[in-house]
Antibody
């Protein structure tokens, strides 16, 4: 059974940093591209970052480019999101999501971890 | 970036109704479209990919159609478990974008 379990969320002050983790199991993690997607309270879904299986290609939307860094450790079956210079508008539940094996939709999602940016 | 617009934003329906949700893309995305279902406090769940392909394990009452810029998600006979919010998503470009969501409520 595919499982994705996020951790590392919490309360952080504006301008602060936080590192999220996503532990993967039930599939060959090193064979799949991965993503982070966020959802602000009461709002819709926003894609945050993408990384290929071997970390050779990474993408971000303009809203987080230069502040967020996605990475992975295939030996540990883990995905990470380093978030710096956090703003109030970064407050959201952050999900890790696996990309499909052929097409780049998101076929499995974790349960999410809440990040709150507030003073 | 490609903008995705869903309609309606909210839909009131009864068990057994046929329900249709529309998603429009700001430019052609071929059939690179997915649909997700999300219930309160839960992660999104993939229903449909490549516009019309049913994800394994998803009931056959869900179907998708369309290509280019206009797409639909249809629930043939609404069940109690289907009251949720539905999102479309394009994956034509490496800036993935979602529609704003359609909440299906009990009438």
């Amino acid at each position: 059974e595919v499982q994705l379990v996020e951790s590392g969320g919490g309360l952080v002050q504006p301008g602060g940093s936080l590192r999220l983790s996503c532990a993967a199991s039930g599939f060959t993690f090193s064979s799949y591209s991965m993503n982070w997607v966020r959802q602000a309270p009461g709002k819709g879904l926003e894609w945050v970052s993408y990384i290929t299986s071997g970390s050779s290609t990474i993408y971000y939307p303009d809203s987080v480019k230069g502040r967020f860094t996605i990475s992975r450790d295939n030996a540990k079956n883990s995905l990470y999101l380093q978030m710096n210079s956090l703003r109030a508008e970064d407050t959201a539940v952050y999900y890790c999501a696996r990309a499909g094996s052929v097409y780049q939709y998101f076929d499995y999602w974790g349960q999410g971890t809440l990040v709150t940016v507030s003073s | 970036d490609i903008q995705m617009t869903q309609s309606p934003s909210t839909l009131s329906a009864s068990v057994g109704d046929r329900v249709t949700i529309t998603c429009r893309a700001s430019q052609s995305i071929s059939t690179w479209l997915a649909w997700y279902q999300q219930k309160p406090g839960r992660a999104p769940k993939l229903l449909i990919y490549k516009a019309s392909s049913l994800q394994s394990g998803v009931p056959s009452r869900f179907s998708g159609s369309g290509s280019g810029t206009e797409f639909t998600l249809t629930i043939s006979s609404l069940q109690p478990d289907d009251f949720a919010t539905y999102y479309c998503q394009q994956y034509n470009s490496y800036v993935w974008t979602f529609g704003q969501g359609t909440k299906v409520e009990i009438k």
